[in-house]
């Protein structure tokens, strides 16, 4: 038996304390996704398979945008909200940028998130944001399926906020939250179309006190910007919504928004087709990092990789050329 999962004797074992709601369980899984061993893989899968027809029914909801714009804070009073006034189960997966400028501490984002963190109708699990690809970590996909499963209703996907390629998280929710702010008008000017693209809502955060009628301008400013981005044809318009996460204003507006892309007739085509595409990417990501992961940590390849490494920082080595000879050196070894 795995490490891993005990004391859960099996697979099925944890699976079914996953359903009924054992954090423990949980927990247990989440750092069973995480691993990278052999065994613990197939365990993963068997679990996964386990649990998947219990999958698919909260609101996937993704928190995107730049350090600082006040994500967590929102996420924290939000989820409340949604507790208080909904009586719904949260849970947060955030992929915190602190865990790396304090060595693997992931206490950053759980202290900003209090009172959710306390609340026994939340769930709140940091990820230390090493390893991530686009602003999520390698497991976050697993990971919203296994707290669905275990029957939260919304699921918050906290992306490391590096802006620009933090379009990762559009693969694994149904809905990316964008959070911008509105001093920052050379921010806004400078917004690649991708983040714009992934942005299923945009949120300016911090409309309060002497900020509010900054946000309102830069609300009009976004709204004619998103004009020509989006065709007027779309199923679904992202608007621009003021939010202070503070003064918990503008929340009744934000969920009545992601509420109605939820139940939508004219949305529902999207929201399906999104679903499908996900899966293939899955598919191929999966591929992806499992080949990676073989070759990086190969017996006949990662010794020879520091010095493969000097040889190209020095210049003695073409890059592609040192590639394809440990790639050569890799196939004939399999
Ligand atoms: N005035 C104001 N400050 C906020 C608001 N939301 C967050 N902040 C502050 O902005 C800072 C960064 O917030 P945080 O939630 O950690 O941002 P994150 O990096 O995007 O997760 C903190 O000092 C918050 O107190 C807001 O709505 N209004
Ligand atoms: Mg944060």
């Not at 493969?308 to 590639?323: D, F, H, N, T, V």
Request: overall charge positive.
């Amino acid at each position: 038996m795995s490490l891993t999962i005990r004391p859960y004797r099996t697979v099925a074992a944890l699976a079914a304390a996953i359903q009924q709601g054992d954090r423990r369980a949980l927990a247990k899984a989440l750092s069973l996704v995480e691993s990278k061993r052999k065994q613990d893989i197939a365990l993963t899968v068997e679990l996964l398979e386990r649990l998947y027809p219990r999958t698919g029914t909260a609101y996937r909801i993704g928190i995107s945008g730049m350090p600082g714009v006040g994500k967590s804070t929102f996420v924290n009073a939000f989820g409340m909200y949604l507790i208080e006034r909904h009586r719904y189960t949260i849970a947060v997966l955030a992929i915190d940028p602190s865990s790396v400028r304090s060595g693997g501490s992931i206490l950053g984002d759980k202290t900003r998130m209090w009172d959710l963190a306390r609340h026994p109708g939340a769930f709140i699990r940091p990820s230390p944001s090493s390893g991530m690809l686009g602003g999520i970590a390698p497991a976050t996909r697993e990971a919203v399926l296994l707290c669905e499963a275990a029957g939260f209703d919304v699921i918050f996907v906290e992306t490391v906020g590096v802006g620009q390629t933090d379009t990762a998280i559009a693969d694994i929710v149904d809905f990316v939250l964008l959070f911008l702010l509105a001093n920052a008008g050379d921010e806004l000017q400078g917004i690649k179309r991708g983040i714009m693209e992934i942005a299923d809502a945009i949120i300016i955060n911090k409309a309060d006190g002497k900020l509010r009628s900054l946000a309102e301008q830069a609300r009009r400013h976004l709204v004619s910007a998103l004009r020509l981005l989006v065709p007027p044809t779309a199923p679904w318009k992202p608007p621009v919504l003021l939010c202070s996460a503070v003064e918990h204003t503008g929340f009744d507006e934000i969920w009545a928004t992601i509420h109605r892309y939820f139940t939508d007739d004219a949305t529902a085509p999207l929201r399906q087709q999104r679903r499908r595409e996900q899966q293939l990417r899955w598919f191929h990501q999966a591929i992806q990092q499992s080949l990676t992961h073989l070759f990086y940590s190969h017996p006949d390849i990662q010794p020879l990789l520091p010095e493969y490494e000097e040889k190209i920082r020095s210049q003695q080595l073409l890059p592609l050329k040192g590639a394809y000879e440990l790639l050569q050196r890799f196939q004939t070894s399999l």
